[in-house]
């Protein structure tokens, strides 16, 4: 069955239009699902639509990575799967023709079940509004608790005495290994307390 899907698509910088395109046949791992309500990350989708984010060479693209949806096809080697169940997705396999940064705002989307870019399946008889912002909420989730295990890593490495007394002579050990591989330098405040500075990605 040949479908189409409407995506919002960013032409060039600052400029949107809304257009359609085919989506090929459910594959036998896939499932398509419907979507109901994507949501619009206003600093990463504004980056993107501005040109940067990497945009500038990818344009025409369809952006967004945060949606709920309904499943309306199921693959043929999925036996724990049905049309019907409700999702919520981020990367959804790019559309043939277009370029994809990463191509949640469109109405339908073909995904894998596993992985990475796997959908979720939300609980039966949810509200797919109380989900729909689940994807951009993980990434300030990742964020925050990735702090909290530098600034342990960090004490852990810095702290004077050192903390053999209370972890065994491993957190000291664990603070180090963390702080080089993070790349983290620290400088002493006069108030005692620490400021972290990151050099590179996180």
């Known amino acids: 069955m040949q479908r189409k899907t409407h995506a919002i698509v960013f032409t060039e ?20 699902a419907e979507t109901i309500f994507s949501f619009v990350s206003p600093g990463t989708e504004l980056r993107v639509l501005s040109g940067g984010h990497e945009s500038e060479v990818k344009f025409p693209l ?9 499943v309306i096809e199921v693959g043929s080697e999925l036996k724990a799967w049905k049309v019907g169940e409700l999702v919520s997705g981020k990367n959804p396999i790019p559309v043939p ?6 191509g949640g705002q469109a109405s339908c989307h073909r ?3 596993s992985g990475y870019d ?4 939300l609980p039966e008889n949810a509200d797919p ?36 007394e209370r972890f065994g002579g491993q957190a000291t050990d664990a603070g180090h290994r963390m702080k080089q591989t993070l790349n983290i330098e620290c400088k002493s405040l006069e108030n005692k307390k620490w400021k972290f500075f990151q050099k590179g990605n996180f």
């Open 13 to 32: 910088a600052n400029k949107v239009a809304l257009q359609s395109y085919d989506l090929p046949p459910c594959g036998p791992k896939e499932v398509i």
């Open 62 to 70: 369809i952006p967004g990575y945060s949606w709920v949806g309904r």
């Open 97 to 102: 023709g277009i370029n994809s940064l990463w």
């Open 111 to 113: 995904v894998v079940v």
């Open 118 to 121: 796997s959908v979720l399946k």
């Open 129 to 164: 509004w109380d989900y729909v912002a689940m994807e951009v909420a993980a990434i300030s989730w990742r964020g925050a608790s990735a702090a909290t295990q530098i600034q342990w890593a960090v004490d852990a490495a810095t702290t004077e005495p050192p903390l053999p």
